[in-house]
């Protein structure tokens, strides 16, 4: 069993940066694939970013791509997300997900994720 625990969400301008974190009890993040997901109203739940256990191997998706940043810090058991440049679309609520069981391929979908946390809100105002 893993808890998940967001933080780090708020009210940003346009250009601004935010960095979110996701700390894990129950079980260690760096056993573990992790990504980041994100909900606007109205919308499907979309893949952010993920960060593989087995290596620094990383992956965005392309609207945050050179934006965004997924890290860890396994002393902390923590993954964070550094996000830079942020724009009005990038207004959502942020999920952090994990699974111990989690494939390349399955990365980008939300349903192959067992574990969430109970979302951070970014909003972004022009």
């Known amino acids: 069993q893993v808890q998940l625990a967001e933080s780090g969400g708020g009210l940003v301008q346009a250009g601004g940066s935010l960095r979110l974190s996701c700390t894990a009890s129950?079980?260690?993040?760096?056993?573990?694939?992790t990504a980041w997901f994100r909900q606007a109203p109205g919308k499907e739940r979309e893949f952010v970013a993920a960060?593989?256990?087995?290596?620094?191997?990383?992956y965005y998706a392309d609207s945050v791509k050179g934006r965004f940043t997924i890290s860890r810090d396994n002393a902390k058991n923590t993954v964070w997300l550094q996000m830079n440049n942020l724009e009005p679309g990038d207004t959502a609520v942020y999920y952090c997900?994990?699974?111990?069981?989690?494939?390349?391929?399955?990365?980008?979908?939300?349903?192959?994720?067992?574990?969430w946390g109970q979302g951070t809100q970014v909003t972004v105002s022009s």
């Open positions: 960060l593989r256990w087995s290596g620094p191997h990383s």
């Open positions: 997900a994990t699974d111990p069981q989690i494939i390349q391929s399955q990365l980008r979908n939300p349903l192959q994720y067992e574990y």
């Open positions: 129950g079980r260690t993040f760096s056993r573990l694939t």
